[in-house]
């Protein structure tokens, strides 16, 4: 999402998904973005939902960015990390 969009950004092009209302927090999580508050997340919750998101060897990405308190994409910067897990979506 670039600099200064929000979260709704992520919905831009779904003509299912408007607001109000949309996209609200099934929605995101329902496309990959999941939102904290605080300094970690925890997503072995989450992992059987990572079916098809996924290279064939169990590899997946996760991108962290900053948003503000009006959920707004602060700077360019972002995180990412590559992680394998084995025996899901296989």
Known sequence: ???????????????????????????????????????SVRVDGVLSSLRGRQTSNGEHELTIVLLDAGGRRVGEEAVSRTFFVHGVGT
């Not at 003509?15 to 508050?37: M, S």
């Open 1 to 39: 999402m670039p600099v200064g969009a929000t979260v709704a950004w992520v919905a831009r092009d779904d003509t299912g998904c408007t607001p109000p209302g949309c996209p609200d927090v099934t929605y995101l999580q329902a496309h990959g973005v999941y939102l904290t508050a605080t300094t």
